[in-house]
């Protein structure tokens, strides 16, 4: 077998720390001389298993790196074995060293480049985690939440590529903003295009985000926060071009346009009518009852169709944006609650309140 072949042209005296760095070198080597992935195997688990026969620390992370960057500069199609062999590898390690930093880097690349995810388990608050154990610098932290986020992207994982997009951002300060711009474009339109995102006015405060003031992505940002479906139709007929291009459609726009404006509209009132719906959504009158079927689906709102009086009684809804307004109002209802609580206990300490006795 191959394997066997080289290791016996390197093998003389010397010591598992001198001859590893050899069979380490030659490993790409065996993804093309190999007659099969079983035999590749078989060479990549005796390799963890001397590397693991080493007695220091040092020498296991740094050997442990080199057959790391051994399996991905390999050129071969075997995309998919480089990942697997990868993944354990990963796996092979505690995830407190050093060194797992490289692997899990790696690990992330050919996800990206095969669009699959197997044998491990990318858990973002996990590996946020470890890379406060690793002690990751701010560029190392960047680099692994934006191949995060284009691994989630590549196995069709929007919400937590979406996440791990935000987690990138935030670790941009004021000044550096401008230098995320890019990264910050997409994550306003991926923010817009996922069907289950309605909630937007976190990323106002992201610095990248207020790099994109002035421009058509931040407008639009605007509108899906505070703005209505007027507002949105003003927009597209503006900009027409711009939104086009984006990854997502204006009908998928006006979908979601609709559901906003109906929270924002179920906000001050406890009911609405089918014709206000019909004249504020540019709705066809039997599109209404259905339309609001799917609002209350989405959960944006909570209520109850009143079909023989033609309305919706709203019972809640939620709140697009949560600012020092919505605080305020919480303040105020805390505070309420509290007067009445001190009420109560006054009142019962001077009798007023007869304690029932039993059930009833």
């Not at 688990?45 to 051994?70: C, G, H, P, Y």
């Not at 670790?171 to 937007?200: Q, T």
């Not at 209505?228 to 927009?235: G, K, P, S, V």
Request: proline residues 3%.
């Amino acid at each position: 077998l191959f394997i066997f072949s080289i290791y016996k042209a390197v093998v003389s005296t010397q010591s598992t720390g001198e001859l590893l760095p050899q069979l380490i070198e030659q490993f790409p080597l065996y993804f093309t001389k190999c007659g099969s992935e079983t035999e590749i195997e078989s060479a990549f688990f005796s390799l963890i298993s001397m590397i693991q026969l080493l007695s220091q620390v040092d020498q296991i992370e740094e050997t442990s790196k080199k057959l790391s960057n051994a399996i991905v500069a390999d050129t071969s199609d075997k995309l998919l074995l480089k990942s697997k062999l990868l993944c354990h590898q990963f796996n092979c390690y505690q995830p407190t060293l050093r060194s797992t930093y490289v692997l899990l880097v790696n690990v992330l690349k050919l996800v990206v480049e095969t669009g699959q995810l197997r044998y491990i388990n990318l858990d973002t608050d996990q590996i946020n985690e470890w890379m406060t154990k690793w002690k990751c610098d701010v560029m190392e932290q960047r680099e692994i939440y934006r191949l995060l986020h284009e691994a989630f992207s590549a196995i069709n994982q929007g919400e937590r590529a979406i996440q791990a997009l935000v987690r990138l951002l935030k670790l941009y300060s004021e000044n550096e903003g401008v230098d995320a711009k890019s990264d910050a474009h997409i994550c306003v339109i991926s923010h817009i295009a996922h069907p289950k995102i309605f909630v937007m006015d976190h990323l106002l405060d992201l610095h990248p985000i207020r790099a994109l003031d002035g421009q058509l992505s931040h407008e639009l940002l605007q509108i899906f926060v505070n703005g209505d479906l007027a507002d949105y139709i003003e927009f597209y007929n503006n900009n027409m071009d711009f939104v086009e291009k984006l990854a997502v459609t204006h009908e998928e726009n006006l979908k979601k346009m609709r559901l906003l404006t109906t929270a924002s509209m179920a906000q001050d009132c406890t009911e609405i009518e089918f014709s206000h719906l019909v004249e504020k959504l540019n709705l066809a009158p039997e599109d209404v009852e259905p339309f609001v079927i799917e609002a209350i689906g989405s959960g944006l709102i909570k209520g109850k169709i009143n079909e023989p009086e033609a309305k919706i009684s709203i019972s809640s809804t939620i709140n697009r944006t949560f600012r020092e307004p919505q605080w305020l109002f919480i303040k105020e209802k805390l505070e309420m609650w509290q007067k009445n609580l001190v009420l109560i206990q006054d009142s019962m300490r001077k009798g007023h309140f007869a304690m029932p006795l039993g059930g009833g």
